[in-house]
């Protein structure tokens, strides 16, 4: 209780400060300043007033699924990290963290990190022809909390998807009040009545084009001769099977058709109180509950929930993580174990790794990470294990985690197989700091499926370092394991293989570690005291017969 960090107490203060509309004399000139700026007429609404009409009621025939359960637009979003982006306690850490290492570069700095954690207030600002907030600011607005919101992605126009002056989150916004919508003819009475927005059919609010623009992230070190690509899972889903821009094929799916899952039929939103209209039942319904793989952090904002001002409820937020949990089982990777052999001491075997999902595995912030974990097994006991992660996160066995190089073929236990990039600074040292990252020491991240080296943007998503790795290819890698049987081991061998990922792993906390701000050491705080089992993605067991 002593040491309730700062940012808390500057959210609590953003409430009051909303609250009491005349600004006293003891207000600070940023508590003014966020004031005025919520006083003008804003191109963007939060998203509790769109909960007014869709959002779950137990009385309302509308945004229910057959089974009985919350479908609404409003309920399904606002427990998924875009809902959080703001209130993220890693996002505020990093940021604070790069701008303590280059505060010569604060305002720069910060305005792009607001531009897509806090896009409602970066592109007021820009509508505004003013300076975006600064992080300080922005804490008081309750726009800037509420993260990627539905006046956002609702109010983006197509003039710019998919080309490169769309990309670092720079969509075009306009101040029209039009809010798109996949539907044709809708009730436009209501919402016009209730917000001023008009709802009317846009069919470019399916297209991937949008999620590429806040899914494309450049970064420019001081003094760097190019940008370097950070984030990019729209364009190595547009190097794959997945990609439906050119012509559809069976194996097309858009971002919207795996991250928005498909509901049935119902009517789309419902009575606010004490009205009553008539609108239609509308077919294939999509959720909003966009899940990646960060159950992680999903779980860290519920039990923090106070200290980060998070508004989605406790059962909302443990059914984004269960779902996380079950997409990252059930609809990521498959490992198969092939070919045993046994001879003379020496037990052979390949596993076979598949991304199945439509863009690198992982993809997006560069620390995540996923890796191989095989044990095997003589009369109950190891004889032989590799990839095992320890309580506090680590891989054993992997001394330098930021320097952990390829292997194609395994053969002692520190050789563990890690899908993931690592960035170099301008001085050649691995980095996990967005600002100082110039080139790739490593990016042995799975390939999509349909990933070629002739493709779109394959030059910018092309792997580095799995040279010589010729089965590391579109969608999957066949990784080879030569293991010492202990003498005398003749009896039945058991295989055993998980594919383990984390969103955060231990070595990209560290880069935080000896931050002085108070973000860094909330979060390093929350961090400590969290569970940090890995997530499974696949398992396979294989059994060798005795010789
Ligand atoms: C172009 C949009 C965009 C900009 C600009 C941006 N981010 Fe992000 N950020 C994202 C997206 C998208 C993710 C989530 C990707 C994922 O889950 O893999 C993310 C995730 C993160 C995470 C990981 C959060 C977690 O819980 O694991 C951190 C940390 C982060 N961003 C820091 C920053 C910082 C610092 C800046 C400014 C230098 C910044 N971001 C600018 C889009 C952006
Ligand atoms: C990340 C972008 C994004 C955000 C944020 C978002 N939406 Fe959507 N929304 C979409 C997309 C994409 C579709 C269309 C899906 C499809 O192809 O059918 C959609 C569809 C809808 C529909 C039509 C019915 C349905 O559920 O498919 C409504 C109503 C709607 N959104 C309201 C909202 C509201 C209210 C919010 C805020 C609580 C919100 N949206 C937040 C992207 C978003
Ligand atoms: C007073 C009730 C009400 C409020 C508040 C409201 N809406 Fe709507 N919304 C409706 C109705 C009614 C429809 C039309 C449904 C139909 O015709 O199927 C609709 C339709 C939509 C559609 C689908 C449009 C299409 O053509 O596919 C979207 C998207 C949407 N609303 C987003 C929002 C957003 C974002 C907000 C908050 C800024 C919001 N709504 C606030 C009542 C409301
Ligand atoms: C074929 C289905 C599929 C398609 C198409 C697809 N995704 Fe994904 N995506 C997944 C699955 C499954 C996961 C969870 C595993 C993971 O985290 O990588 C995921 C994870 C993500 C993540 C979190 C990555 C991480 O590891 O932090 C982001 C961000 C993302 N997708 C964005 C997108 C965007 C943007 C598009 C469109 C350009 C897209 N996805 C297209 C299946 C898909
Ligand atoms: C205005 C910018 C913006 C747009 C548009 C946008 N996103 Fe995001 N998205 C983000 C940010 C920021 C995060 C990361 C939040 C965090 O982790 O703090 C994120 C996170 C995600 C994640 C990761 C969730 C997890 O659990 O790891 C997925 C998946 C995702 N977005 C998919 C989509 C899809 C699909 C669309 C298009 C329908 C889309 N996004 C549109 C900004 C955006």
Request: net charge negative.
């Amino acid at each position: 209780m002593s040491r309730r960090p700062l940012l808390a107490l500057f959210a609590s203060l953003g409430v009051l400060a909303a609250l009491t509309s005349a600004s006293g004399s003891g207000a600070s000139s940023a508590e003014a300043n966020a004031q005025s700026k919520e006083k003008r007429e804003s191109a963007f609404l939060e998203a509790q007033r769109c909960a007014l009409c869709h959002s779950h009621s137990d009385r309302a025939r509308a945004m229910t699924t057959l089974q009985g359960d919350d479908a609404s637009p409003h309920g399904t979003w606002s427990a998924t990290m875009m809902a959080n982006s703001f209130r993220d306690p890693y996002w505020r850490a990093q940021m604070a963290h790069e701008v303590e290492l280059e505060p010569q570069r604060k305002a720069q700095i910060e305005g792009l990190c607001l531009r897509c954690h806090a896009p409602m207030e970066s592109h007021q600002a820009r509508l505004d022809d003013r300076d975006p907030a600064s992080f300080e600011e922005a804490l008081l607005l309750p726009l800037a909390q509420d993260g990627v919101s539905c006046t956002v992605c609702h109010q983006a126009q197509p003039t710019n998807f998919g080309q490169p002056s769309s990309f670092s989150g720079r969509l075009d916004i306009r101040d029209e009040k039009r809010i798109f919508g996949p539907y044709a003819s809708p009730s436009t009475g209501p919402m016009r009545m209730h917000t001023g927005f008009t709802p009317e059919k846009g069919e470019h609010i399916s297209s991937s084009g949008l999620c590429g623009s806040c899914h494309t992230l450049y970064t420019q070190a001081e003094g760097a001769a190019k940008p370097f690509l950070e984030q990019a899972p729209y364009l190595e889903w547009r190097n794959s099977v997945f990609s439906d821009e050119g012509t559809r094929t069976e194996e097309s799916r858009s971002c919207v058709e795996c991250h928005m899952l498909d509901q049935g039929s119902m009517r789309i939103a419902r009575m606010p109180p004490g009205r009553d209209f008539n609108i239609a039942v509308r077919d294939n319904v999509r959720g909003h509950a966009v899940l990646g793989g960060n159950a992680f952090m999903t779980d860290m904002l519920r039990k923090n929930r106070e200290e980060l001002g998070v508004t989605a409820s406790d059962a909302a937020l443990l059914r984004v993580a269960a779902a996380t949990r079950a997409q990252l089982a059930h609809s990521t990777a498959r490992v198969e174990i092939v070919n045993p052999a046994r001879e003379s001491g020496l037990l052979r075997f390949d596993l076979v790794v598949e991304n199945l999902t439509g863009h690198k595995l992982p993809s997006g912030y560069p620390s995540r990470r996923a890796w191989l974990s095989v044990e095997v097994r003589a009369g109950g006991k190891n004889v032989f294990e590799s990839g095992i992660v320890d309580t506090e996160g680590h891989i054993s066995k992997v001394a330098d985690e930021l320097a952990q190089p390829h292997f194609d073929v395994v053969r002692s236990p520190e050789q563990v197989v890690v899908y993931e990039m690592v960035a170099l600074d301008g001085a050649g040292k691995p980095t996990t700091s967005l600002a100082e990252m110039v080139e790739h020491r490593k990016d042995t991240r799975l390939l999509p499926r349909g990933w070629r080296s002739d493709g779109p943007h394959a030059d910018e998503t092309a792997p580095v370092g799995t040279q010589g790795d010729d089965d590391f290819m579109g969608g999957r890698d066949t990784v080879s394991y030569e293991v010492a049987l202990p003498d005398g081991t003749s009896g039945e061998l058991l295989i055993v293989v998980r594919m383990l990922y984390q969103t955060i792993p231990p070595a990209w906390v560290n880069g935080l570690r000896d931050s002085k701000t108070d973000e860094a050491r909330a979060f390093v705080r929350m961090y400590d005291a969290a569970e940090k089992l890995p997530e499974t993605l696949a398992t396979a067991a294989l059994v060798v017969p005795a010789q």
